[in-house]
């Protein structure tokens, strides 16, 4: 059984934008802790943003970015240390740096990227220097050492103990040129995840992030993975995606796994769900995938 703790990392550092800050607030309004039974760990400050493109490596507010990773893992390191199982709700994407940073910390771990995007964007590439469009790219170890190489541990996880499943963001990598995936990273992305069903996609992933060389694997989970029809309160909307249901089948079969040793949640915008619906059934999917195995402290 796990006893959860919540970390509120309410970062837009990665985004031109404003409103995933109150991802956290809305999901815990909406009774998320409640009903896993689970501490509050705290919300943690983030840097102001710096409003312009760090000159040397084009990134909207990278030094921001690169000082808020550690204070991040400390605070899911601090979870971790305590026998808990971190829950963190972002924010953006570019909180994936200090989740896995934490992990970086302590041994081998992989990462089960569920996301809309591929987000392996390189920094010229990038219309607006946004680092949630590179979030996977950095944690991989490519991009520039200021966002990758955090205390000297590039990569936060290698290539090859990742799975990106559900992304769908093709023609926007085409139009501007997006840095491909690295061969050796495991990629089922929409069309295969239709090809293949979800539950058999889910399972190879499971397969591959519990390969014995693994001390666990940790969980991104970008609501833009959703159908846009059901999940419209994000900032960069893509035609189709995963059904409710297929999000939920992923989370299953991943988190029936003992390997399984903390998720992410990002980029849902209460400020863009203006009949509260989708953050409403968001909370129901997080909350039924968890409670199972939730525990009092």
């Given at each position: 059984?796990?006893?959860?703790?919540?970390?509120?990392?309410?970062?837009?550092?990665?985004?031109?934008?404003?409103?995933?800050d109150?991802?956290?607030?809305?999901?815990?309004?909406?009774?998320?802790?409640?009903?896993?039974?689970?501490?509050?760990?705290?919300?943690?400050?983030?840097?102001?943003?710096?409003?312009?493109?760090?000159?040397?490596?084009t990134?909207?507010?990278?030094?921001?970015?690169?000082?808020?990773?550690?204070?991040?893992?400390?605070?899911t390191?601090?979870?971790?240390?305590?026998?808990?199982?971190?829950?963190?709700?972002?924010?953006?994407?570019?909180?994936?740096?200090?989740?896995?940073?934490?992990?970086?910390?302590?041994?081998?771990y992989?990462?089960?990227?569920?996301?809309?995007?591929?987000?392996f964007?390189?920094?010229?590439?990038?219309?607006?220097?946004?680092?949630?469009?590179?979030?996977?790219?950095?944690?991989?170890?490519?991009?520039?050492?200021?966002?990758?190489d955090?205390?000297?541990?590039?990569?936060?996880?290698?290539?090859?103990?990742?799975?990106?499943?559900?992304?769908?963001?093709?023609?926007?990598?085409?139009?501007?040129?997006?840095?491909?995936?690295?061969?050796?990273l495991?990629?089922?992305?929409?069309?295969?995840?239709?090809?293949?069903?979800?539950?058999?996609?889910?399972?190879?992933?499971?397969?591959?992030?519990?390969?014995?060389?693994?001390?666990?694997?940790?969980?991104?989970?970008?609501?833009?993975?959703?159908?846009?029809?059901?999940?419209?309160?994000?900032?960069?909307?893509?035609?189709?995606?995963?059904?409710?249901?297929?999000?939920?089948?992923?989370?299953?079969?991943?988190?029936?796994?003992?390997?399984?040793?903390?998720?992410?949640?990002?980029?849902?915008?209460?400020?863009l769900?203006?009949?509260?619906?989708?953050?409403?059934?968001?909370?129901?999917?997080?909350?039924?995938?968890?409670?199972?195995?939730?525990?009092?402290?």
């Amino acid at each position: 059984m796990r006893p959860y703790a919540i970390i509120e990392a309410p970062s837009t550092l990665g985004l031109s934008t404003e409103g995933v800050d109150r991802l956290p607030d809305r999901l815990l309004e909406l009774g998320l802790a409640e009903r896993i039974r689970a501490r509050r760990a705290g919300r943690l400050a983030v840097p102001p943003k710096e409003g312009r493109r760090d000159p040397e490596t084009t990134i909207l507010n990278a030094k921001a970015i690169a000082a808020f990773a550690p204070v991040l893992a400390d605070a899911t390191q601090a979870v971790l240390d305590a026998g808990e199982w971190p829950v963190v709700l972002g924010g953006d994407c570019t909180i994936l740096q200090g989740s896995m940073l934490a992990l970086r910390r302590r041994g081998r771990y992989g990462l089960l990227f569920l996301d809309g995007n591929a987000d392996f964007f390189q920094p010229e590439a990038e219309p607006n220097g946004e680092g949630a469009s590179m979030d996977l790219a950095w944690a991989t170890g490519h991009g520039p050492a200021l966002v990758t190489d955090l205390e000297g541990r590039r990569p936060l996880v290698r290539a090859e103990d990742v799975v990106a499943l559900g992304f769908r963001d093709h023609e926007d990598q085409a139009e501007y040129g997006s840095q491909p995936l690295p061969t050796e990273l495991v990629a089922f992305d929409l069309p295969a995840v239709r090809r293949l069903g979800v539950e058999t996609a889910a399972r190879a992933a499971l397969d591959h992030l519990t390969r014995p060389e693994l001390d666990g694997f940790f969980i991104h989970l970008d609501a833009d993975c959703l159908d846009d029809a059901v999940m419209p309160a994000v900032d960069f909307r893509i035609p189709g995606g995963l059904s409710w249901e297929e999000l939920a089948a992923v989370l299953r079969i991943a988190l029936a796994s003992d390997k399984a040793v903390g998720i992410e949640v990002t980029i849902y915008n209460p400020s863009l769900d203006a009949s509260g619906e989708a953050g409403r059934v968001l909370t129901g999917l997080l909350a039924a995938a968890l409670e199972p195995a939730a525990t009092d402290h």
